[in-house]
């Protein structure tokens, strides 16, 4: 679904030359669970911002479903970010004194969608994620960890094949991260491909395959040995 070919990522900070990514090279298959680490400065942020078409490579090319998005204008890559594209991040990014069915809706009136199906299509995507008698509350009203699955449903809700979460259990407990684990775990299993940044180690292992970046560059790249099970 995802292949990045010799990726480099190149920013000029005043005289200084910053060499976010060097040349990397990674596919991603449909129905895949990645996780990608690595400390600051490792790469990561940028790579994800290539993958979710929020960016584009200094040079090598990034193909999302065999299409190198580098010839898509800003339109069409918003389009692509809206149809097949859902975002999670840390810090949740709803939309406060907005209820949650409202927060939810959003990307659906961004599409153009009538108000009654959006709302059909939200209610459905907020109960997916154990949220539907939370549908009236606004953001300040839930926990952290309530709030990421409102952020979650939003992300579903236009039913995108492919999740890009960036560091989704940073801010939570051990309860709340179980709980957004199992969340995306069942999606996986749904089909969907997810690809999670986070520098848990435990929060990795959830995944199917862990890749570790370092100054730019792939340093690890490899397969879990045995998926654990949230629900234990």
Do not use: W
Not at 3 to 27: C, F, H, I, N
Not at 154 to 165: E, F, G, S, W, Y
């Amino acid at each position: 679904m995802l292949s990045v070919e010799g990726v480099t990522k190149t920013y000029r900070m005043g005289d200084v030359t910053v060499r976010a990514l060097r040349g990397v090279t990674l596919q991603v298959q449909r129905g895949d669970f990645v996780a990608v680490m690595g400390s600051s400065g490792s790469g990561k942020s940028t790579l994800m911002n290539i993958l979710g078409c929020l960016d584009v490579p200094t040079s090598g090319r990034y193909l999302l479903d065999g299409i190198d998005v580098s010839s898509y204008g800003d339109d069409d890559l918003a389009d692509i970010r809206n149809r097949k594209i859902g975002f999670i991040f840390q810090s949740f990014n709803l939309v406060p004194r907005t209820r949650t069915i409202a927060n939810v809706e959003l990307p659906l009136a961004y599409a153009g969608m009538g108000r009654v199906q959006r709302r059909k299509r939200a209610v459905a995507a907020l109960e997916s994620v154990g949220m539907g008698n939370r549908i009236e509350h606004l953001p300040s009203e839930l926990s952290g960890g309530q709030q990421q699955r409102v952020a979650v449903a939003r992300a579903i809700v236009t039913n995108p094949p492919l999740i890009l979460a960036d560091e989704p259990t940073g801010n939570l407990d051990s309860r709340s991260t179980d709980d957004v684990l199992r969340i995306f775990s069942d999606l996986n299993a749904e089909g969907r491909t997810i690809v999670m940044i986070t520098h848990e180690p435990d929060v990795a292992e959830r995944a199917k395959r862990v890749i570790r970046l370092t100054d730019g560059r792939v340093v690890e790249d490899r397969r879990v040995a045995a998926v654990r099970d949230v629900r234990a």
